[in-house]
Structures are given as structure tokens and as C-alpha cells.
């Protein structure tokens, strides 16, 4: 099972949230705001640790079908090791950096590895560490300023990234679009276990992570 979860930090709503103790207090346990506190870019550590929650909470909602949502409950950790990445193709960011991290949350142990950036922080989060290594992602920016706009650009992208790398062909592959569950892929109108799908975006960024199971 995998989640994941986009962060626009273009967005001035997302910036300075650092400074404040009861929106700090009501997301972040003791030894996630002394991260945050430690942090040389706090507003960037905010939302890492965010995203983190958001894409462990996918993966949990998946397991369970329980969609409550109780960020305090779900305990991040991360590596001390910063891992330095490749460059990847998003305007206006000159590279990135990966945090890996583990997470605990209603009895369950999930991994994740955040892309932290000067315009978005991108996570996703896995029940097996093994995934992070196989996960093919994307990450986009549009014009679209339309949910449904970017819903459908999203999908049609994610058609064509899985095409590319497996042998399906994309005119036989649909996405689900219900927004109140998991995105679900079916090839020739048959649902599949093999595809494992998530998808995010936020302001302009659009996201997605997948696994192919053989």
C-alpha cells in the first residue's frame, strides 16, 4: 500500500505557520516541533512532517477503511542521514533533497521519503520500506487552476506514465475519479491489484506515486 501528498509552497497561506503554537500544537507532538525549532527553513519543516502524516494517513485509510483523521496519532521519525537527490524536472526548483522517515500510527509502522524543495515538499509513504525503492512518481505544474481541470490532467498523465513503463497500453487503462475514495485502476474495465496508485495536488503541483506489482 502506498499514499502520498503535495505541498505548494508558493502558497503565502503555508508560510509562518512555524510561528504558530496552537496550529503547531494541534498538528505536531513534543519532538516534531522540536524539529521544527531546530530547523535552518522551519515553514519547509512544517510541511515536510505534514506531508508525512498526509501520506501515512492514505496508506492507514486504505488498510483500514477508517477515514478519521488524528495527525498527533501518527508519530514521525526521521533518519538523521539527508540524503542529497538528483535533479528532477519541476520549474523553478534547481534540486532537491530527500528525508527519509518512519512513521507510527494505529498500530501500524509506515515509511516514507519526502523530496524537500524550494517550491514544494512532495511525500509518499509505504507499509514496506522495499516500495520507496520501486515507486515510479512524477511531479507536475499547470496552468489548470480547476479541480476537475487538474483532476483530469493528472489522471491522463498517470495513464501515460504507467503505459511507459509497463506493457499495457494506455488507451486500456482508466482511473477512478471519486474524490471520497482511493484512485482505483482498471485495465480493460477490470479492476487490478497489480497497479498501486496515489495521487495529490496543491495549487499548481500535481503528483502521483505507483508500484507495479508482478
Same mark, same amino acid.
Not at 537527490?85 to 520549474?91: G, P, V
Given at each position: 500500500?502506498?499514499?502520498?501528498?503535495?505541498?505548494?509552497?508558493?502558497?503565502?497561506?503555508?508560510?509562518? /505557520?512555524?510561528?504558530?503554537?496552537?496550529?503547531?500544537?494541534?498538528?505536531?507532538?513534543?519532538?516534531?516541533?522540536?524539529?521544527?525549532?531546530?530547523?535552518?527553513?522551519?515553514?519547509?519543516?512544517?510541511?515536510?512532517?505534514?506531508?508525512?502524516?498526509?501520506?501515512? *494517513?492514505? #496508506?492507514?485509510? /486504505?488498510?483500514?477503511?477508517? /477515514?478519521?483523521?488524528?495527525? =498527533?496519532?501518527?508519530?514521525?521519525? =526521521?533518519?538523521?542521514?539527508?540524503?542529497?537527490? @538528483?535533479?528532477?524536472?519541476?520549474?523553478?526548483?534547481?534540486? #532537491?533533497?530527500?528525508?527519509?522517515?518512519?512513521?507510527?500510527?494505529?498500530?501500524?509502522?509506515?515509511?516514507?521519503?519526502?523530496?524537500?524543495? /524550494? %517550491?514544494?515538499? *512532495?511525500?509518499?509513504?509505504?507499509?514496506? *520500506?522495499?516500495?520507496? %525503492?520501486?515507486? @515510479?512518481? %512524477?511531479?507536475?505544474?499547470? %496552468?489548470?487552476?480547476?479541480?476537475?481541470?487538474?483532476?483530469?490532467?493528472?489522471?491522463?498523465?498517470?495513464?501515460?506514465?504507467?503505459?511507459?513503463?509497463?506493457?499495457?497500453?494506455?488507451?486500456?487503462? !482508466?482511473?477512478?475519479?471519486?474524490?471520497?475514495?482511493?484512485?482505483?485502476?482498471?485495465?480493460?474495465?477490470?479492476?487490478?491489484?497489480?497497479?498501486? !496508485?496515489?495521487?495529490?495536488?496543491?495549487?499548481?503541483?500535481?503528483?502521483?506515486?505507483?508500484?507495479?506489482?508482478?
Amino acid at each position: 500500500m502506498i499514499g502520498n501528498d503535495i505541498i505548494d509552497m508558493e502558497d503565502e497561506r503555508n508560510l509562518n /505557520r512555524f510561528r504558530q503554537k496552537r496550529f503547531l500544537d494541534k498538528l505536531f507532538n513534543p519532538s516534531e516541533q522540536n524539529l521544527i525549532a531546530a530547523s535552518d527553513m522551519p515553514d519547509h519543516m512544517v510541511w515536510a512532517l505534514w506531508s508525512i502524516k498526509e501520506s501515512a *494517513y492514505k #496508506v492507514v485509510n /486504505r488498510l483500514t477503511g477508517i /477515514r478519521s483523521y488524528a495527525p =498527533l496519532l501518527y508519530e514521525v521519525q =526521521l533518519d538523521s542521514a539527508l540524503i542529497k537527490s @538528483k535533479m528532477i524536472n519541476a520549474e523553478n526548483n534547481s534540486g #532537491v533533497e530527500y528525508l527519509n522517515s518512519s512513521i507510527s500510527a494505529s498500530g501500524f509502522k509506515l515509511f516514507a521519503q519526502t523530496l524537500v524543495a /524550494r %517550491n514544494f515538499i *512532495y511525500s509518499h509513504a509505504s507499509t514496506e *520500506y522495499s516500495y520507496l %525503492n520501486h515507486l @515510479k512518481w %512524477n511531479i507536475e505544474k499547470t %496552468n489548470a487552476t480547476k479541480p476537475q481541470q487538474q483532476s483530469h490532467i493528472m489522471r491522463e498523465s498517470a495513464k501515460k506514465h504507467i503505459a511507459q513503463n509497463s506493457k499495457i497500453r494506455i488507451s486500456e487503462i !482508466l482511473i477512478s475519479n471519486d474524490r471520497s475514495k482511493p484512485p482505483l485502476v482498471r485495465i480493460n474495465h477490470k479492476f487490478t491489484d497489480k497497479i498501486d !496508485l496515489s495521487l495529490t495536488h496543491d495549487g499548481p503541483y500535481l503528483a502521483y506515486s505507483y508500484i507495479l506489482h508482478s
